[in-house]
């Protein structure tokens, strides 16, 4: 990935290390493959580019697997009409654009869910939840698990 567009990657998570003292705990970026994790005492939030998308995974440390953000989002407001969805920006023609403003969406999502996401990751109760959110996924996209 290009460094222009790595460095917006780390100017658009500036505010999540100053207010909730996030680090880069990992970043590879060697032969079309591109990492990044960003770690704090609640979450890891792990940022891998996969072709034109960039997906974002959290995670509790130490877990063997994480959690698609937008597809815990999508579970934690349930009740609410106005989700937050992905949103790959895929008619962007420029793709160094179109990884901005992935991340633009990203970082904003998780600050306007970062208590959400927060209470989700808490110690307390984190396997029941983590459980639950399973099989709620596993209920709404049962073709997954065939």
Do not use: C
């Amino acid at each position: 990935m290009k460094t222009e567009t790595v460095n917006h990657i780390h100017q658009s998570f500036e505010l999540l290390i100053q207010k909730y003292g996030f680090k880069v705990s990992n970043e590879i970026n060697e032969d079309g493959y591109f990492l990044i994790e960003y770690k704090s005492n609640d979450f890891i939030i792990e940022i891998e580019k996969y072709h034109r998308e960039l997906y974002t995974v959290i995670y509790k440390e130490g877990a063997l697997r994480g959690i698609n953000l937008f597809n815990l989002l999508d579970y934690l407001t349930l009740d609410l009409p106005d989700k937050p969805k992905v949103n790959y920006f895929s008619k962007e023609a420029n793709l160094d654009q179109s990884y901005q403003r992935q991340i633009n969406h990203i970082s904003k999502t998780i600050m306007d869910n970062y208590v959400l996401i927060k209470d989700f990751f808490r110690n307390e109760g984190y396997e029941i939840r983590f459980n639950t959110f399973e099989n709620y996924w596993k209920q709404k996209h049962p073709e997954l698990y065939k």
